[in-house]
Structure formats: C-alpha cells, structure tokens
C-alpha cells in the first residue's frame, strides 16, 4: 500500500474499440498535445470516436522511500500488480509471457510470442530474467530489447538491434576482425 509517493512507468496509446486492439504508436499525435497543440500532419486521417487514450503500465520505479529498480522483476511486477487498478481499455498492465529456456518448446514459443507482439501492434518485445533487477550498480544489464520497424514497404520483416552492447578489445583480438 502507498504511504506517500510512487513513480510508475507506463506508455500511453490509443485503443480501438471497434476492433479490440492498440493501434499503431504514430497515431498518439492526434490525441495528444504538444506545447498546447496537437502535432498532426496533413496525411493523418481525423479523430475517430471510436479510438481513446489507454495507459499501460510497465514499471515501477518507486514505492515511497524503496527504490524498486534493484529488485527482481516478479517482486516489481507483483508490486504493480498491487497498486495498478485495471479498466476495461482504459488502464492496463502490459502484457507478460514467461517462458522457461531451458524447455524444448522455448524457440517456438519465443516465436509465437513475438509474433502476437507484431500482430497486435506493439511498439517493442522485451525479454527479461523473472529473477533479476531491472538496474544493477556494477553496471551489467539483463534484458533484451527488440523492436519491429514500421518503415512503409517493410511490414512483413522486423529490423532488430542490439540494444545494450559490450566492446572487449581481447574478443576483436582473439576473433582476428578490427573494430566491432
């Protein structure tokens, strides 16, 4: 229970009630100001009524004097799980799947699982240890962050980069290539 303040993360999108679903990222611009204005552009189709803000949380960051960032991920989801109260496409938790890599059936259903993240139009697919902290003061982060990209003409591929990277000099050495 909060006592005095907390610090969520969370992303605001836009729900189709029409069709039961989140909408592409870029259509936000519409419903949300910037500076006092809307940031349209010419090419964006109007308002539609049957679209409205939803908030997804992700994260909590901060539980009156606790920072949750050094604890394991299933304490901070189940501590968000605690204070988020959910409304029907309007306030939500982001969706989790675990999948235990050590089973056969991982590589498939890592596939399947991303695939849904494509279909349904989400703006990324993280993977993450249940067990670990989100942040580690020796430096060492234990996630993995892929996203599609929406370039027009690209749809049925997903570009993916490598988001948290290390150089280590004794590995280009060792692999004979210059700089990675």
Same mark, same amino acid.
């Given at each position: 229970?909060?006592? !005095?303040?907390?610090?969520?993360?969370?992303?605001?999108?836009?729900?189709?009630?029409?069709?039961?679903?989140?909408?592409?990222?870029?259509?936000?611009?519409?419903?949300?100001?910037?500076?006092?204005?809307?940031?349209?552009?010419?090419?964006?189709?109007?308002?539609?009524?049957?679209?409205?803000?939803?908030?997804?949380?992700?994260?909590?960051?901060?539980?009156?004097?606790?920072?949750?960032?050094?604890?394991?991920?299933?304490?901070?989801?189940?501590?968000?799980? !605690? #204070?988020?109260?959910?409304?029907?496409?309007?306030?939500?938790?982001?969706?989790?799947?675990?999948?235990?890599?050590?089973?056969?059936?991982?590589?498939?259903?890592?596939?399947?699982?991303?695939?849904?993240?494509?279909?349904?139009?989400?703006?990324?697919?993280?993977?993450?240890?249940?067990?670990?902290?989100?942040?580690?003061?020796?430096?060492?982060?234990?996630?993995?962050?892929?996203?599609?990209?929406?370039?027009?003409?690209?749809?049925?591929?997903?570009?993916?980069?490598?988001?948290?990277?290390?150089?280590? #000099?004794?590995?280009?050495?060792? #692999?004979?290539?210059?700089?990675?």
């Amino acid at each position: 229970m909060i006592k !005095s303040h907390y610090i969520l993360e969370g992303e605001l999108l836009i729900w189709n009630d029409n069709d039961k679903r989140i909408e592409s990222f870029h259509k936000i611009r519409k419903y949300v100001k910037r500076l006092g204005r809307f940031i349209r552009t010419a090419r964006d189709s109007p308002v539609d009524l049957k679209e409205h803000l939803i908030i997804i949380f992700y994260n909590i960051i901060l539980l009156d004097d606790t920072v949750c960032l050094t604890e394991p991920h299933n304490r901070r989801r189940h501590l968000l799980e !605690s #204070l988020i109260h959910y409304i029907s496409d309007r306030a939500d938790i982001g969706d989790r799947k675990i999948i235990n890599f050590s089973s056969l059936d991982a590589p498939e259903l890592l596939n399947k699982t991303f695939t849904r993240t494509i279909t349904q139009r989400w703006e990324r697919f993280v993977l993450k240890d249940c067990d670990t902290p989100c942040f580690s003061f020796n430096g060492t982060k234990s996630f993995i962050k892929l996203k599609k990209n929406y370039i027009p003409g690209l749809r049925d591929t997903a570009d993916l980069v490598v988001v948290n990277r290390r150089r280590n #000099l004794r590995d280009e050495g060792e #692999l004979g290539i210059r700089k990675l």
